[in-house]
């Protein structure tokens, strides 16, 4: 195995080169004032992404069937890849790797043989993490899921305005203690 990338347009592809090292950077990050005789200390922690480090040494001989390219070439596969923004596996044949879901960040050319027309790379490839949120019960469409129902108009109607004297006389005429009776 060695650095398999892919594109929309193609199937899986291997790089045209060797992968000589790989090496796995994992960190975390511990909070600052974590809670005291609280919650477990891996409350407190935040785990960052996965980078891989890898070393290809690329030549324009044959190292496998299928693997050749110059240094000019494989800087131009280098920056289609970066910025076609691939998922990319990296490995080393035996027992180190496979590390899958991994994204091109950084490259640079480390060494670059002129004679020979070669070169070694360093990569670092960054870990993507792919997020799935299941819900139990559909989203209603409308709020409460309700039925609409149409009241009319709502405007409030307006109040006829009386003095605070002549709704007193009228409540009192009412209830008869004012009579007009002039007798």
């Not at 043989?113 to 409308?142: C, M, S």
């Amino acid at each position: 195995m060695g650095w398999l990338y892919g594109f929309d347009d193609s199937e899986v592809l291997e790089f045209p080169g060797l992968v000589t090292k790989v090496v796995p950077h994992g960190s975390m990050e511990v909070t600052e004032k974590p809670v005291e005789g609280g919650a477990a200390l891996t409350d407190h922690t935040v785990l960052k992404p996965l980078r891989v480090t890898a070393t290809v040494f690329v030549s324009p001989v044959e190292t496998r069937p299928g693997l050749a390219s110059t240094v000019k070439a494989a800087t131009e596969l280098i920056e289609r890849i970066q910025a076609a923004r691939t998922v990319n596996t990296v490995g080393v044949a035996g027992d180190v790797g496979p590390w899958e879901e991994l994204l091109l960040t950084e490259w640079q050319v480390v060494r670059e043989f002129k004679e020979g027309n070669g070169g070694e790379f360093e990569l670092e490839f960054t870990r993507i993490v792919f997020a799935r949120a299941v819900t139990n019960a559909p989203i209603p469409r409308r709020p409460r899921d309700r039925a609409r129902i149409n009241r009319g108009p709502q405007a409030t109607a307006e109040t006829p305005r009386q003095s605070l004297a002549f709704a007193t006389y009228n409540r009192l005429f009412g209830e008869g203690l004012i009579s007009t009776n002039n007798r």
